[in-house]
């Protein structure tokens, strides 16, 4: 690999939610997901000055923080099988050349998010969030690159009754979206105020290292089928929606 094809914009970071499926006290498996975001003022813009790896680690500690707690006050528990824990969030920055300078983990108390009610559908599927860094069915020229994606841990086997077809209700979908964009409005609004270059905020996105760019995500999308890690069946009809990013309400 080049060197040129792993560069990272100033400022890009990632938030990995670490899960576990836990049965009799025993991990069965284990299912993370992640998303790209970048420090930004306000307006938009980029720090007047970058950020040192000291103010990365201070970003690092406040943002795993407030991402666990935006997951354990946004979802609905009872979406999740009672045997599913959130074990931490890792929050991590990387260099220029791609390597991680700065990362943490949280929480580092006792108290752990799990779900609410039922068994796990298999481990292997997943609800795939997409977010677009333009406006879905519209045409761009790197529309390729301003896409990315986020596999949900497994569901409860609950969250299928009533449905019929193995796939989630339009309400559902709808929810779901709402409940991410609010997750992603309670990370950018929490306080960090303690944090050197205070005033500054996390907005979520895509790191693309070929253009050595950051496109910050306008709609966040789903479809009702619940994937095996994306390995659809050849024409399975699905519905998709989509939702302006932190619009939710």
């Not at 498996?29 to 007047?48: H, M, Q, W």
Request: charged content about 20%; proline content about 5%; glycine content about 8%.
């Amino acid at each position: 690999m080049s060197v040129l094809s792993i560069l990272i914009p100033d400022q890009c970071g990632l938030l990995t939610w670490n899960f576990s499926n836990r049965i009799s006290g025993v991990t069965s498996d284990v299912a993370e997901f992640g998303c790209a975001f970048k420090i930004l003022d306000i307006s938009g813009e980029d720090p007047v000055t970058p950020m040192s790896e000291s103010v990365m680690l201070e970003w690092c500690n406040a943002m795993a923080l407030a991402a666990y707690d935006a997951w354990a006050s946004e979802w609905t528990a009872d979406y999740f099988p009672f045997t599913l824990f959130l074990d931490n969030v890792r929050c991590g920055f990387r260099g220029t050349d791609g390597l991680t300078v700065a990362e943490a983990y949280s929480p580092g108390s006792d108290v752990v998010w799990h779900g609410g009610t039922g068994y796990a559908l298999p481990w292997q599927s997943a609800l795939v969030i997409s977010n677009y860094g333009y406006t879905p069915g519209a045409f761009d020229a790197g529309a390729r690159r301003k896409r990315g994606r986020s596999y949900l841990p497994e569901f409860a086997s609950t969250i299928l009754s009533g449905v019929g077809d193995g796939a989630l209700s339009p309400a559902q979908v709808t929810d779901m979206l709402n409940q991410w964009d609010q997750m992603w409005q309670a990370i950018r609004g929490a306080d960090y105020d303690s944090v050197d270059m205070a005033g500054y905020l996390p907005l979520p996105g895509i790191v693309s290292p070929t253009d050595h760019a950051f496109w910050p995500t306008k709609y966040w999308r789903c479809d009702q089928i619940i994937d095996t890690q994306r390995r659809r069946r050849n024409r399975e009809v699905s519905a998709y929606q989509s939702l302006e990013v932190l619009s939710s309400t």
